[in-house]
């Protein structure tokens, strides 16, 4: 048995939970299915060059966003600010802020040309920001499939 509504939809407002747009409800959204997901990278890119904080999440999203846009990849992107430690070979350890950038491939794109994209972005990251690496973690479905680091 199931029990299906038949009044009418009322909305409660509670002053300054919600706004406008999110009281008109849900039923106003579409939802885009992307299907059972797919290829995703991860890149780290350090802000300090050195010991010296240089560079801020401002750089990190313009040197990504004109590089892939020059390259007719789209820019989408999502950058989160984050606090890192590395250690040089042989020097002290270093903390830092960085960037985790989140690109999602286009759906059906093959592994072997999402990863070349994302090598061409991490080296033009590295000699752009003067870093000594950015990492990548390429994904394929939520799984990690390939890890490496463009090097100095």
């Known amino acids: 048995m199931t029990w299906t509504p038949t009044g009418p939809l009322v909305v409660v407002l509670i002053p300054g939970s919600v706004t406008k ?3 008109r409800g849900a039923a106003e959204d579409r939802i885009e299915d992307w299907g059972d997901g797919g290829l995703t990278a991860r890149l780290f ?3 300090s060059v050195g010991d010296r904080p240089v560079y801020t999440i401002k750089h990190v999203v313009a040197v990504t966003r004109d590089f892939r846009m020059k390259r007719g990849q789209s820019p ?4 989160i600010a984050q606090h890192g430690i590395y250690k040089p ?3 002290p350890p270093v903390t830092e802020n960085s960037v985790q950038i989140v690109i999602f491939a286009k759906p ?3 592994m072997e040309e999402f ?3 994302m090598e061409g972005l991490a080296t033009h990251l590295r000699r752009k920001l003067d870093q000594d690496q950015v990492i990548v973690e390429l994904q394929d479905h939520g799984v990690a499939k390939s890890v490496f680091a463009v090097q100095r």
């Open 21 to 23: 747009r999110a009281a």
């Open 45 to 47: 890119v350090g802000l």
């Open 76 to 79: 989408d992107a999502s950058f």
């Open 89 to 91: 070979e042989g020097a």
């Open 108 to 110: 059906g794109m093959p």
């Open 115 to 117: 990863k070349t994209q």
